[in-house]
């Protein structure tokens, strides 16, 4: 609803356009004329006569209420925007809101599924130990049938290691027993760790297997952070071919770069593997968004779940496969040494083993001496 007088707005307007071409007793009597009409509407009892000063001095408040309402509704149209401005960066706000929501909602079912997937293998864990000479039964993630597991190939002495480790041991096997049925098949490996869990080790033993086994043409390894591949040009890694490719932190890579890469690793061109490494919410974030190169990746090593139990077990098939012994001190040494790390580490852990490895050889060579027996002394 308008306020009093503010029809009256255009009729005054008009009648100060033509100010100068009129007498001032006229110019008065005109806008009194005016605004005692709009006061008759506004206000329909009889208002008392008004003299000639207090009816100037009435159109001149007519006249500063009226350009100020002018003022205001040039100023709406701005305001307008602002608020409209304000209600997209609210609705965007919220959007980005709802987006943090869905992915909280996504890792936490994706953990209450791994604690449970745990749960079911720590007991196969048991009853496997119960029942070792079982043939075990799994799918092959080429043809999806059902095979027997078998076991590692010999060739593949650096992986042995994470055999020991049962949720780790059945997707080591399978993956390298169905690369070798599949040859013609995409070799390429993804393995998944937690957050802060170094898996670009376990990346280096696939590919040193992959040679010693015949798998791949040469013994070349080229290491690169995501981030670094992303804005690295292709032709850098001409001289991997026939090698491996292992990209650390892999959830972080674009799509775009991942296709070139792909397309640039296919036997036809550089003919090298690639080994994605990262954080297991991250890469399967990854793949989910860009499922059209899933096929691309057809292993998946999960390795997420070893704890201070399987990482002893690593230890000690890491320490047999470098040819040395240890007591069970050294072991408890080490068991003690995973406590400054995030849980699952295994670069760091490996890290800490080969450093002790080189002190008992240090100390060895000391002595003029090749035996390969850690003492406690080489873990401080």
């Given at each position: 609803m308008k306020k009093p007088f503010s029809n009256a707005y255009e009729s005054i307007k008009k009648l100060l356009r033509n100010i100068f071409g009129k007498k001032g007793e006229e110019v008065t009597e005109e806008v009194n004329s005016t605004a005692e009409q709009q006061t008759e509407e506004a206000a329909p009892e009889a208002a008392p006569e008004m003299s000639s000063d207090d009816r100037e001095k009435l159109v001149e408040e007519v006249l500063a209420s009226l350009e100020k309402e002018k003022k205001e509704d040039a100023k709406a149209p701005e305001s307008k925007t602002e608020a409209k401005k304000a209600a997209d960066k609210a609705k965007a706000s919220m959007t980005e809101e709802q987006k943090y929501e869905e992915e909280v909602r996504k890792r936490a079912e994706r953990a209450a599924k791994r604690e449970?997937?745990?749960?079911?293998?720590?007991?196969?864990?048991?009853?496997?130990?119960?029942?070792?000479?079982?043939?075990?039964?799994?799918?092959?993630?080429?043809?999806?049938?059902?095979?027997?597991?078998?076991?590692?190939?010999?060739?593949?002495?650096?992986?042995?290691?994470?055999?020991?480790?049962?949720?780790?041991?059945?997707?080591?096997?399978?993956?390298?027993?169905?690369?070798?049925?599949?040859?013609?098949?995409?070799?390429?490996?993804?393995?998944?760790?937690?957050?802060?869990?170094?898996?670009?080790?376990?990346?280096?033993?696939?590919?040193?297997?992959?040679?010693?086994?015949?798998?791949?043409?040469?013994?070349?390894?080229?290491?690169?952070?995501?981030?670094?591949?992303?804005?690295?040009?292709?032709?850098?890694?001409?001289?991997?071919?026939?090698?491996?490719?292992?990209?650390?932190?892999?959830?972080?890579?674009?799509?775009?770069?991942?296709?070139?890469?792909?397309?640039?690793?296919?036997?036809?061109?550089?003919?090298?593997?690639?080994?994605?490494?990262?954080?297991?919410?991250?890469?399967?974030?990854?793949?989910?968004?860009?499922?059209?190169?899933?096929?691309?990746?057809?292993?998946?090593?999960?390795?997420?779940?070893?704890?201070?139990?399987?990482?002893?077990?690593?230890?000690?098939?890491?320490?047999?496969?470098?040819?040395y012994t240890a007591e069970k001190p050294i072991f408890d040494r080490l068991k003690e040494s995973l406590k400054g790390m995030e849980e699952g580490n295994i670069d760091r852990f490996v890290a800490r083993i080969d450093e002790v490895m080189e002190k008992c050889d240090a100390r060895e060579a000391a002595a003029g001496s090749t035996s390969k027996q850690i003492e406690l002394e080489d873990t401080n």
């Open positions: 449970a997937e745990d749960k079911k293998k720590e007991a196969e864990e048991v009853m496997s130990s119960a029942n070792s000479n079982r043939v075990r039964w799994v799918t092959d993630p080429v043809t999806g049938e059902e095979i027997t597991l078998g076991k590692l190939p010999a060739e593949a002495t650096y992986l042995k290691k994470y055999t020991r480790i049962q949720t780790t041991s059945d997707d080591v096997i399978l993956s390298i027993n169905s690369i070798l049925k599949h040859p013609d098949m995409p070799k390429n490996i993804v393995i998944l760790g937690r957050n802060g869990f170094g898996t670009v080790k376990v990346g280096e033993d696939f590919a040193r297997s992959f040679y010693s086994l015949g798998l791949v043409s040469s013994d070349k390894i080229a290491k690169t952070k995501a981030k670094q591949l992303n804005k690295m040009g292709l032709e850098k890694l001409s001289a991997l071919k026939g090698g491996c490719l292992i990209v650390e932190n892999a959830g972080l890579v674009s799509f775009d770069k991942l296709v070139e890469v792909i397309k640039d690793s296919a036997p036809e061109n550089n003919n090298y593997v690639v080994i994605l490494t990262g954080e297991i919410d991250s890469l399967s974030n990854f793949f989910e968004e860009n499922d059209e190169i899933v096929d691309e990746f057809i292993y998946l090593i999960d390795i997420h779940k070893i704890k201070d139990r399987g990482m002893m077990h690593l230890a000690k098939g890491y320490v047999k496969e470098k040819g």
